[in-house]
RNA sequence: GCACCCUUAGUUUAGUGGUAGAACGUCGCAUUCACAUUGCGAAGAUCGUAGGUUCGAUCCCUACAGGGUGCACCA
């Protein structure tokens, strides 16, 4: 038995990190340790996993987070209770890019970058970084009452699992499905790597669009009265790399000119016009300067025409040595120089204000650059079939339904994936080059010994590490020890924001597909974002991010997750505090009805229900047994179907109005009568504790805490109790 | 540009083919009896606009307006 004092209104601070520890003592949140309960004789057979949405190791809890981990732990606590041996797996991300962007502005502030400390040095670097701040975010997931086994919890360059991802590197090159190729990529000139495109943001900027004439450069072709051909361009300063035009095959303006030649401006360079069916027949002039070495789209169509890649902007965002005067400038500089010597040439016809997207870095904001560069690419056309199918014929369920959607058609258009970064924070790719034949290489996980090619060199590793996502793919069973994937593997759930569905979750789909022979999970939740008040998004930079931690600090984590699941209806959520005060209250509430229930009937025995109603003496007790009943089945329902607010509403509403409003204050008078005083003291007790067990997943640490001290329960926890 | 979603009391929202339910806020009354972080009660919504289907629409259809998201990027 506990002894809280129920004199007072209910405090959370003491009482959660109270609690949260006994939890953690217990060794409870492992699902191995769990305890057998009275209606399961024998062991827990049937298993409920969790996945947690991998928290970047530079991470601080969020409103998000918050949203993913309440969802996951309703599910995890309701499936524990209801005699399932659950696992929760935790765990962090490397987030290869984000870490290392975040050391390498730390070294700023002390005047070194990481080019001055070297690899080696840089790496050790973040690993002292990850040691220090890289546990915040599990210390507050604690907070919020997660019940995840944290003896589990895997980071993704811890060695295991390091090694699985340099397998998972090897396997798909053995099946053919990786290689190196030379592309225009995007590029973060500030990070210094490449990019997928599902790592780009994008930005409104003014801008202009600019109509230069490309002039013929025979003017034996001159049709139609035109000695040129106008191109429109955002980017004039890419000219400088154009190797062709290209206009649409069924663009009658220009039929006559397609296979000519143009003589680009500035330089006099020849280059041809093709014709593309990729190109818009209504945007600007309906003719295109190809630039394949500057622009993504640009590449694919100077592949297909075999044009030349020809790259004038270097990886630091600056013109190079190909072009000529300008070589050195920034390419902004360039831009405004070019444009003026256009005009004074008498090449620039028009100059319109044009609002346009520009892509930057997620992590770093930076504007992206795309250039050509060598990179290594996973063929997704099978793996994302597969993902594809999974969904399609209904082993991976992904909820709200419409999401399925949005996962289609990424997976139909999908291209293939650039996996390599050139960061230096990651999983170096499993790639061994001979030193002297300059692109010979061989892929293993560990260092040949020799070299396959010279026989004589000691191999070089290739520099580039691997996307995170490429690791984080395989968490569902990478997070797992080989022993533990028999036992554990295929799971069941994962909660997510809608951002890494394409991102994360389809990837764990092929990734587990391919590895395991099973998908890895069935259901996949995605939900609402959380925005401010007024609708908008909940940024750090912009200060309009809310930090549930005050919250938990200040009303409980019982009634921070109220609130969220409160508000979790489906669709975004307009972030309303007031719901934080709801549930602060609500715990309060629950806390007095048990302080009442315990001063009045202390002990009143575990009764199974159908004992119970023939105990009933009154109209109230057999309609609050009833009630009872009705909401358990409903509570049970929402949940399966991950309605968690629905499931919340509707207890809310049968332990305040049903159980305090109407029960409570009749259980009065009948407590006054003895004819009726025991079994109403029977009722009170049972309603109760059936009420703090169906709460207990939604508010687990008031109704823990409660349970602590009303009943003589030998030491047992609410949390693995019989549901 | 294409696709999807949203628009309900002061605020945040639930919901249904037959004249809307909650939370917070507001107002009134109560209160030594679990809880003032309370109880009871009240006020407050012609359910974005305009058409249509229907005996009847907030809920179905169409258009428009406003807000959001995903994809594609358009050079």
Redesign the pocket.
Known sequence: MGNAD??????PKNTESKIYKMWLDSGYFNPDNLPAQAGLPGKRKKNYVVYMPLPNVTGTLHMGHALDNTGSDILTRYHRMKGLRVLWLPGTDHAGIATQYKVEKELKKEGVSRFDLGREKFVERVWKWKEEYGGIIIEQLKKLGASADWSRSRFTLDEAYAKDVLSAFVHYFEQGLIYRGFRTVNWCPRCGTSLS??ELD?K?EK?S??YIQYPLADTQYNIQNTQYIV?????PE?MLGDTGV?V?PKDKRYTALVGKKVKLPLTGREIPIVADV????????????V?PAH????FEIGQRHNLETLSVINERGKMNERAGEYAGMKTDGARTLIVQKLKDLGFLEKEEP?L??V?TCERCGHTIEPIPSTQWFLKMETLAKSALKAVKSGKVKIQPK?FQ??YF??LA?I?DWTISRQLWWGHQLPVWFCKNEKDKFTVSIKKPTACFFCKSCPMEQAPDVLDTWFSSALWPFAGLSESDRKKYYPGNFVSNA??IL?LWDARMIFSGLEFMGKVPFKDVFVHG?I?T?????MSKSLGTGIDPLNYINQYGADATRFAVV??A???????????V??G??????IW??A??VI??APQAGAEKPRSLARKAETVADTRILRKLGKTKKQTERYIEEFEF??AL?NL??FF??DF???Y??MS?KQLADKKTKESTKVVLFAALEASLKMLHPFMPFVTEEIYQNFRDNGGKFLMTEEW
Not at 278 to 289: E, H, R, S, V
Not at 295 to 298: A, F
Not at 571 to 577: A, K, L, P
Not at 584 to 589: D, E, I, M, T
């Open positions: 129920f004199s007072k209104p209910y405090d495109e599902l994008h409104e801008g669009l600019w191109v429109a361009t955002t980017r890419t290209a649409n990729k190109i818009d027949l209504n945007f600007g002039t309906g003719a295109l300067k630039t622009d993504v789209l640009d044009y346009h997207n892509s419409n959607k949005v058609d990424w258009n291209h809608r951002e394409n974002t925005l008040k007024d609708g908008k998004r409160w508000q209806n489906g669709q975004d959520i307009r972030w309303d505090e007031a719901a005060t709801a602060r209250k609500f715990c309060n509430k007095n009805a302080r009442f001063e009045n607010a629905k509403q809310y509403d305040w109005h305090c409003d109407v409570l204050e009065k």
